[in-house]
Each structure stands twice: as C-alpha cells, then as structure tokens.
C-alpha cells in the first residue's frame, strides 16, 4: 500500500478532533523501514539539498538540517502532496473559526503557486539530523507572508534503540496565561502533524489564537534522523 492509500484510510475526523483539541496529532507509521533508512543515507548526498544549517551557530540548538533542492525525492513529495489534500479542508475551518479573510487551495500544487506569487520559492521539506547532547529550541516554520497552518514531521529512527530522549515538543501559549507543554515520541515510520503558528481556541466570545511552537529535547544518547514536511515554499 503507497503512502497516499495509507492517508486515505486515516480517521480523519479523529485527526482533526485532536488538532482542534491540542494543536497536534499522531500518525501510524506511514514509512517502511527500507524507507527510513534509505532517506538517512541521503543526508550525505549535498547535491540533493540546497542548504545546510548548523544549528549552534545560529543559536537554534545543537545539531544540523539540509533543505530539500528540486525535485525532492519521491517519497518526500507522495507525502507532501497526499497529506496537504487532506489537511487543507481543516486548515480552512481553523482559518474560518480565526475570522481570517483568505482560504488555502485544496492541491499543493496550487498552495505552492501562492506561495510563488508571493516570492517564496524554495523548498522547505528537510532532514534534520542530531547527536548525542543535541537538541533543537522552541520555534515556528515561517518563512514569508504565506504559510500553511500544519506542519508534519516523521521519525526515521527507533526511539529507545538508536537514540534515547529526543521527543518533540510543542508548546502552547495561551493570552494571560501560562504556556502548556507536551513531549511526543512515535516509533519509526510514524508521523506527528501538528500547528505551524496559531490554534484556535473557543473562548466565552468566540475563538481566540493560542500560539504554538516546536522543538527537540536532548538526545541522551545515540542518533537521531527525522523528515519534516512543510507545505509553504520559502523565499
């Protein structure tokens, strides 16, 4: 079964009800093994990547990522493309309930040509890549004035057998109140898709926006490869 049968049989509505709920949601393993492995030993292939990043110098952690270069690689775009036809009806009711004027393109093809027109042309799925005592701090993926509300990433190792700590982090920050925070680890091949910036929130006047960011915890030990997939282009 492809990737893009696998989405299809998801329960999305189960999906959406925990997106609405915590601002993320766990997938089952979508990636083979085989596939894991072979997007690791891609990580040495500079010609396939347009940028590389070291996070300690830019004061974003300890540890590395590369930028996809066109074309990305086929598994990467299956994913890319079959996720986003899913999420985008739910991007449009969080940008509804957020009273926001414009709604995203049910394709990805079509997001992207957005993106384009707003000078946001390069590629943003990536491979981040960390060692022991590596971590990466709370952020947001926005890289220009258009930017799709969900974000996915997948584990391409074991967790608790190739690197031990290492969970995702998503941290939500309510107005005039205290951030609330989560770890979430999944097993090899599984994915988490979670908000890229803001979550609505149903308040006694209406929604209001919880802000959301990202992170990694230290790895204790071991290595640790993960995919992220981000739909808007960057400039």
Do not use: K
């Amino acid at each position: 079964m492809d990737i893009a049968q696998q989405l299809d049989r998801l329960d999305w509505p189960s999906l959406e009800a925990s997106l609405w709920e915590r601002g993320y949601a766990s997938l089952p393993p979508l990636l083979t093994a085989a596939d894991c492995a072979a997007l690791i030993a891609l990580y040495s292939r500079a010609d396939l990547f347009r940028a590389r990043i070291e996070m300690a110098r830019h004061r974003f952690g300890v540890g590395d990522y590369q930028y996809f270069a066109h074309p990305l690689p086929a598994v990467v775009a299956e994913l890319r493309g079959s996720a986003y036809s899913h999420l985008a009806p739910i991007a449009n009711r969080f940008a509804a309930a957020l009273g926001e004027d414009g709604r995203y393109p049910a394709e990805l093809a079509a997001m992207l040509e957005l993106c384009h027109r707003h000078g946001q042309t390069r590629p943003t799925p990536l491979l981040l890549h960390y060692e022991a005592g590596g971590y990466n701090c709370l952020h947001q993926d926005l890289y220009g004035d258009v930017a799709f509300p969900f974000q996915l990433v997948c584990f391409l190792n074991r967790p608790g057998r190739d690197y031990q700590g290492g969970e995702l982090l998503l941290v939500e920050q309510r107005p005039r109140a205290q951030s609330v925070g989560e770890a979430v680890q999944g097993e090899q091949g599984a994915a988490v898709i979670f908000t890229t910036r803001d979550r609505p929130v149903r308040g006694a006047r209406g929604y209001y926006r919880a802000r959301m960011r990202h992170g990694v915890s230290r790895i204790r030990s071991g290595t640790r490869y993960t995919l992220g997939v981000i739909f808007h282009d960057a400039r």
